[in-house]
C-alpha cells in the first residue's frame, strides 16, 4: 500500500517570492508516479505537476517545479515567483504502475500575501 | 473539449435517505474513480471503474456503491443516509493513469 504524508498544513509566502511545500511518500513498488495537485475555493482539482519514478530529472512546469528525492522518498513542490492566484490548497498524490488508485496526502493550505 | 462534469453540484439530503450523484468523463476516458473529500480525513478513495467494471475498491462500507454506463459515465450510490457522510463527492476521469487524474468540481452533499 502506498502512503502519503505532507507535514505542513499551512504555509504562507510574499507575492513574488518562492515557497516549498514538503510532501513524503511510501511505496513498496519499483515503478510509480507522482503527482501535485491545486484546489483553489472552486473546489476543482488542477493538475500542476507530474514525475516519473524512473526519471531522475525533476520535472518542471513554468514556475512550477519538483524536487524529487528518490531515495529519501521525498517529493517537494517549489513555487517560484508566487502569485495571488497560486494561494490554494496543494494535494501531493501518489499512483503504483499497476491499476491501484492515486493516495493523496492530507495537504499544505498556502496563502499568498501581497 | 469538455472536462469531467459532475452533477449536482450540491445536494442536501435528510438522514435515512439516499442520493445518486453522476459523473460524466471526458471523452475518450474509460477509467472513472471516485473520491470522499472531508476537512477531518481528507481525500479518500471510493471506488474504480474502468469499462463498465469495478476495478479497485476502497475501505467504505456496503452502503456506497457504483456503477459505470457503455458510454463511460459513472453514478454512485450512497444508501441509508447518516450525518458524516456529508462531503464534497469528488469524480475523477483518465486515459492513462500515468499521466495523472482530471477532476470534477464535485458534489457537495449535505445530510441533515
Known amino acids: 500500500a502506498q502512503t502519503v504524508t505532507q507535514s505542513q498544513p499551512e504555509m504562507s509566502v510574499q507575492e513574488a517570492e518562492t515557497v516549498t511545500l514538503s510532501c513524503t511518500y511510501d511505496?513498496?513498488?519499483?515503478?510509480?508516479?507522482l503527482f501535485w495537485y491545486k484546489q483553489p475555493p472552486s473546489r476543482q482539482m488542477i493538475l500542476v505537476i507530474r514525475?516519473?519514478?524512473?526519471?531522475?530529472q525533476n520535472a518542471t512546469e513554468n514556475r512550477f517545479s519538483v524536487n524529487f528525492q528518490k531515495a529519501a522518498k521525498s517529493f517537494s513542490l517549489k513555487i517560484s515567483d508566487s502569485q495571488l492566484g497560486d494561494a490554494a490548497m496543494y494535494f501531493c498524490?501518489?499512483?503504483?504502475?499497476?491499476?491501484?488508485?492515486?493516495?493523496f496526502g492530507k495537504g499544505t493550505r498556502l496563502s499568498v500575501i501581497a | 473539449k469538455a472536462g469531467v462534469t459532475q452533477t449536482p453540484r450540491y445536494l442536501i439530503k435528510t438522514r435515512g435517505q439516499q442520493v445518486t450523484l453522476s459523473c460524466s468523463p471526458i471523452s475518450g476516458h474509460r477509467s472513472v474513480s471516485w473520491y470522499q473529500q472531508t476537512p477531518g480525513q481528507g481525500l479518500q478513495f471510493l471506488f474504480e471503474?474502468?469499462?463498465?467494471?469495478?476495478?479497485n475498491k476502497g475501505n467504505f462500507p456496503g452502503r456506497f456503491s457504483g456503477r459505470q454506463f457503455s458510454n463511460s459515465r459513472s453514478e454512485m450510490n450512497v444508501s441509508t443516509l447518516e450525518l458524516g457522510d456529508s462531503a464534497l463527492y469528488l469524480c475523477a476521469s483518465s486515459l492513462v493513469g500515468r499521466y495523472g487524474y482530471t477532476f470534477g468540481s464535485g458534489t457537495r452533499l449535505t445530510v441533515v
Open positions: 471503474y474502468f469499462s463498465e467494471t469495478q476495478r
Open positions: 498524490a501518489s499512483r503504483g504502475s499497476g491499476n491501484t488508485p492515486l493516495v
Open positions: 514525475q516519473e519514478a524512473y526519471k531522475q
Open positions: 511505496t513498496s513498488e519499483s515503478d510509480y508516479y
